[in-house]
């Protein structure tokens, strides 16, 4: 998931050079991430705060590391969820889409346009979640295309 990680980051080099205290020497980052079971490029990647993992990757850090780390990750989350774009019925370039984050669109066979794609749900006042809502179900209302 690519992000702007604040806390994450830190919370990670934290229990790295903590991890070389407890084991009384020190180590590489990719004798760190072999310890995790992870890549040293996805560290790497995560210390840079340039991503931030996946459920399966925090379910591997939680192991060794403990279950905090799914507050650190969802606080970082909550950094993100502030940046709100919404685009509903509208978008038809096809290079629009093809650029638009696959878990954060719907696209339908045959359709040309992505109808809704929600960022930071949790900051949509009422009236703008029910217009998101009404119109997401108006879409599972339409018959398929029988092209």
């Given at each position: 998931?690519?992000?702007?990680?604040?806390?994450?980051?830190?919370?990670?080099?934290?229990?790295?050079?903590?991890?070389?205290?407890?084991?009384?020497?020190?180590?590489?980052?990719?004798?760190?991430?072999?310890?995790?079971?992870?890549?040293?490029?996805?560290?790497?990647?995560?210390?840079?705060?340039?991503?931030?993992?996946?459920?399966?990757s925090a379910s591997r850090i939680a192991k060794r590391l403990g279950s905090e780390v799914f507050d650190i990750i969802k606080a970082d989350e909550e950094i993100?969820?502030?940046?709100?774009?919404?685009?509903?019925?509208?978008?038809?370039?096809?290079n629009e889409q093809e650029n638009t984050p696959f878990s954060y669109s719907g696209q339908f066979p045959g359709s040309s346009l992505v109808k809704a794609i929600i960022f930071g749900?949790?900051?949509?006042?009422n009236e703008e979640r029910e217009y998101v809502q009404k119109t997401i179900s108006e879409e599972d209302n339409e018959p398929p295309n029988q092209d």
């Open positions: 998931m690519e992000t702007d990680s604040k806390f994450f980051p830190k919370w990670l080099f934290t229990k790295y050079v903590t991890w070389q205290q407890e084991i009384g020497s020190k180590k590489t980052i990719r004798e760190f991430a072999n310890w995790l079971d992870l890549s040293p490029s996805i560290i790497s990647l995560w210390l840079k705060g340039k991503r931030t993992p996946s459920i399966s993100n969820s502030s940046k709100i774009i919404i685009k509903v019925k509208g978008v038809s370039s096809k749900w949790n900051n949509l006042t």
